[in-house]
């Protein structure tokens, strides 16, 4: 029986009254475990609530749904929010912004950073894609948005300097490629004047962004082709600097941005120089890999249903860091570029170009899916997704990512103000991914909370917050059940209303994840469940 | 009511095998997946196994399904409902909800119905839909439980505009008496045909469908009937209108149910074939094919040997083989040996037809068929066309007179700047020579690419050499053998002449080895055609 505690958890602990100990966070990896299979839910003083799950609407949680995209450079439309308030679906004209709850501004370094210490955030910065960011993070904003970013500092296949110039400037060392008829330049990634410039965008942008309450997560390493980092070029003309450059950007990365989550590319060259070689595996890349993931880094993969680029091995890989760390996919195919190539794959049309992604995403449990940006409102992915495969946007918002929620919850319904009370509560996810509160940048911030509310107000009065719970451990099919005692601690008599919610515990046990459950929920987050005297 | 326990035991097999595929997939469990500690007890029931939804209630309850509630497990375990529905042959994906409020049943209304199975799963309207329903409920709690799922099947009939399909066709209507049921011509083709004879009176073609009478029927009442395929609109039987038969005949009739048209004609007067044979025993049964001829669309033609015996002519067309020639006055059986006499079409009736030639003895006999005269010409070796036959100098084997029997032409002249195969002689080309008709031994043709037409001489005194120069030899042994030439002035070591046809004119030729052999024809621009006639003395340059 005792291989059944991964699943049923059974734990009784005592939680402090009033706001949770630091010191309990660290309770994860602790097995407290009493006899399985048999909870204590009818207690003498207890009443049992049985709570309905919500399954369909869009809760705005962190690290789950859908990404829109967005660029800075010129093939961004002025119209951008208007254009996405009122976007064609089958179901009618719909708001993008009801279905997805991020923005993923992913564009040349350069936007971001025109001179030296000049940002596009900042007030006295005014060129256009300045113009833009700030459009683009005003409108996010407006619409309960939160912004994710992705800087690419590699020109390749570019029409622009990706890299901004007073990098070259000052001397950084670099490569001219042709994209067209325009020549562009790119730093090497092992240049020492390159990397002195971009730690101090990173440390400034982390200065200003890294905080969750404005910013979802930061994504990628920001070199090689695309930002994809694979079709690397260094100064040595081989692969000698590849390591000492993934220690660099990475340890740059992870020393300033340490409250929002930080994702790496897992494919099977990261970083080498090779294009993108589905035919052979670079056998260095999953130790790199896996020492980002110990670093801190979640995972991307940016071709999601190009049955060449996403196969066996990233599949495995992916399997191998379930529910270790949240996957983001990105679809690998454009409608605009791509065309009939979609055949090769043996996609029929773009609506089983869909499906295919989606498939793949189901697969590989993933948190969060793409809504890619076309210039061409009426022909790109986005409308791909809400034209030929609306279902599974709903269902991507219904099933994929985390859903959270308890079903059953014994409580005390007379105790006394001083009283040991015992909780049992039970709780499922109804998503295929997890909550990845075990990432370093959350550190099980997320936690259990019952709340006495006051009946007028409806505020919390007292706050008992439950440290064992690790939500990172919910997994589908699987519900994990608590028993969960503590002390009252000292509540005046009277009447209130009990309360269930999962609270930031670094933001002064706040709500921070909405519960995926029918019922009458407080606007702050907190689910009603029944009256309680406190004698 | 429905209650399938096939498709349990299915879906329960299906979900043990899904659930120890997950098993093995997790390595630190327990499972207890015991089959006999499941409880499937779930009955999905539905008001009806078939509904015809009723256009004129949108609002009434047109099914209702319940099920009961799942074994109760206790307080240790959670139990999901998922409803699913979904439309057999539909690509579009099944409806799924969870039930999570205890309400254990289902109703649409006719309206929902519809716009579930039209809107959303794309079925046809006025048809019969399977409707698929599915109930599961799934455990979970601290040891693994198979889910209980109950299916149920439904067929909906939806309404709407009625679907060019037909279970049966018949024709019907005063001018065929009893209905006559058509068969298609193939399980692929959307055809019927039918000959056969009608009455004056009215027609139109009853279907059934699924538990539809309806019919294909004109679009406005008593349409008479023409020469071409006619719109057809497919309507309630009786709400049907009707085609005209304007007199008692025997009648040919195809029904295209792809096209919805209905071709109705007089069996004698339109020969539809796509191919001709000949059966009986003068073949031993065997269905040969009669070709149509190069020289013309309306000519088929065949040489070669036949037993003595009966002898009928079946047309294959749009892969049918319902009609067949047989000679007009179906008393004789008289080949009417070289004499063209008119033939009448009939329905084919496999080896009892009472029409038929009968081929007096065996031999070598050449047929012809004309479908424009309606005519067959039938030869015995007694009266058949014999090869022409010239006489010349052949020089190149030092016979002279040399006789000759004309079996093929050959093309010669400046068109292909005399260019030769290998093995011939300079301007022998076979791909330019002309197949003799199995029609008419007298006449030869060339139907392929468009013909060259340089502008070369062979003669050195002709100054003035034309595009496409050409003649037509006997043989290919050399260049000065018996040709047909032009009527243009020519004469031998002195001038070349040249007639300039148009495309689609008819030239005269002049044959011998004379002077004519310098006459010669200019090939008229996109010429891929050329008829020769050696006994009328004719050639036609034509694009075909």
Redesign the interface.
Known sequence: ?S??K???RNRVRLVLAGTVLAAALTACGDDEVIE????N??MSGNK?VDI??E?YKLLRNPMTGWVLYAGLGDGLSDTFWEDYDNFESTAGRVKVSDYAHTLFIRAAWTYFNPEEGVYAWDDNCNTVEAKRFKMLVKGAKERNMKIAFGFICDSQDKHDNFTPDYVREAGAKGYITTTGSVQVWSPYPDDPVFQEKHERFIKDFAARWDNAEETMYVSGTGLGKWGESHSARYSTGNEAPRKAVIDWISDLYTRYITHVPIFVNYHRCLLTTRDFDWNSVDPDTEPILLELIDKGYSLRHDAFGMKTYYTTWERNFAASQRYNRPIIAEGGWVKGSHGNSIKGDGYADYADVRRGEYNEAKGAFVNMMDFRYNSNLTWGETWSWFNEAY?LVEEFIAEGGYRLYP??ISLPVFPGGSDNVTVTH?W?NLGWGYCPTNIPQWNQKYKVAFALLDKSTMKPVKVYVDSEPCLNTWIK???STYETRFNMGGVKAGEYIWAVGLVDTTRDNEIGLQISA?GDITPEGWLKLTTVNVK | MKYNTIYRNIARLTAIALLAGTVTACD???IDNSYSRSNSVIQLETSSDYVVLDEANPDAVALTLTWNEAHPYG??F?TTYQYQLDAVGSKA?ALKE?E??GIYTRQYTNAQLQELLIGHFGCLTSSNVTLNLTVTASF????VVIPDIATASVTVKTYGPKQYLADRLFIGGDAVGEQIELMPTSATSGLYTWTGALNAGKINFPVIYGDENNAISPAEADTPIGDDEMPAVMVDAAKANYWVIPQADNYRITVNMNNHTVKIVPAGSIIELDRLFMTGAATADAMIEIERALEADDLYAWRGELKAGKLYMPLEFNDDIAVSFVPKDKNSHDINDGVAHEFDQVPTTSGTMAAYWEIPADGTYRVVVNTTDHTVTIYSAATDMANMSVSYNNTVDGINPYTQEVTELWMWGGFNSASHDDGLKAGFQAKYKLTQSKANPHVFVYHGDALPRATMSSESYNKDPQPGGVKFLVTNIENNVYAYGSTAEAKRNSKVGYVKPALGETSTLVAGQGDNRYAYFCIPENCNYVVVDIEKLTVIFDNK
């Open positions: 029986m291989t059944l991964n699943i049923f399985s299979g048999s909870h839910w009818e049992i309905k799950p399954r279902d079903d059953k039970r499922s099919g699987r519900p029918k | 630190d469990e327990d307080n240790e959670i994906s969870y999570d409020d979970e709690g601290p040891r």
